[in-house]
């Protein structure tokens, strides 16, 4: 390719060793403009945000439907809307937090969550005394039942982020182009 033009930048542009080079002819490629690249952050800094600003709610998220577990307990018998919406709150906080390919993780949480959470306060809590005869089929059931509004809810609020960040992804997409 010696002596052949190369339109790299859209400039016109010579290849030839530097010693070699007829007086006149840029060699090699010449270095990106300052105003040519873009003014975001770098991979791993945005990484590293994310990670930190995961690290901080991590905490918060795992604490709160245990939280509304004991609130339901402590205000009645049965496991209810205390749940359902600190379910929705630790939901949406880790749904913000993670990182994009993490979210898709939590669409599988908030029905894993609940239904532990539902059984385990409510045989804790008397609600099911397993002890009486009540089988276990019908006390899964009943827990179904009761954990389904904080499932939902949890789902809702986590496929509502995803849809946001999607729309808010497509937008970017199109502004920069």
């Known amino acids: ?54 690290a901080r709610t991590a905490p918060l998220v795992l604490a709160l439907p245990p939280a509304g577990a004991v609130a339901d307990l402590v205000l009645g018998h049965r496991i209810g809307w205390g749940l359902a919406g600190a379910m929705a709150l630790a939901a949406l906080l880790a749904a913000v937090a993670a990182r994009r390919p993490a979210t898709w993780v939590l669409l599988a949480a908030p029905p894993l969550v609940a239904a532990v959470l539902t059984a385990v306060a409510e045989v804790a809590g008397g609600a099911t005394p397993l002890h009486t005869g009540v089988r276990l089929t019908t006390a899964a059931v009943r827990w179904g039942v009761d954990a389904f509004p904080a499932m939902a809810l949890a789902e809702m609020v986590v496929a509502a982020v995803l849809v946001a960040r999607g729309i808010g992804r497509a937008a970017r997409r199109g502004r920069h182009r």
């Open 1 to 54: 390719m010696t002596g052949q033009r190369a339109d790299a930048t859209g400039e016109e542009t010579e290849w030839w060793p530097k010693e070699a080079a007829p007086a006149g002819v840029t060699v090699g490629v010449p270095e990106p403009r300052e105003s040519d690249r873009p003014a975001r952050p770098s991979a791993p800094a945005a990484r590293q945000g994310a990670r930190t600003r995961t």
